[in-house]
């Protein structure tokens, strides 16, 4: 994974894509229990799209084998929450 410094949405993406993986034995932790992702700095969202993705393949891709998964976010610069091409969707802050 290289510094993530002046690299785009999608850029970030493609760079986080494989850097994490839940450590062996995760999936018992997570059985129908609930997950809470935290970013300390979330600027793009990548690195909580490379987590989850980390959480899907540890669990072979099956939603039913954790409960729910959610985020936490310490902080984001507002443009964060107007990405549409990381999620389809423009979420707003009022």
Known sequence: MADQTGLGARQRLVNMAGALEAVAGAERLMAGGRVLLVDDLMTTGASLVEAARALRAATDGSSAAFGQVGAAVVAAPL??????ELTGKTHRCS
């Open 79 to 84: 443009i964060s929450f107007h990405k549409p």
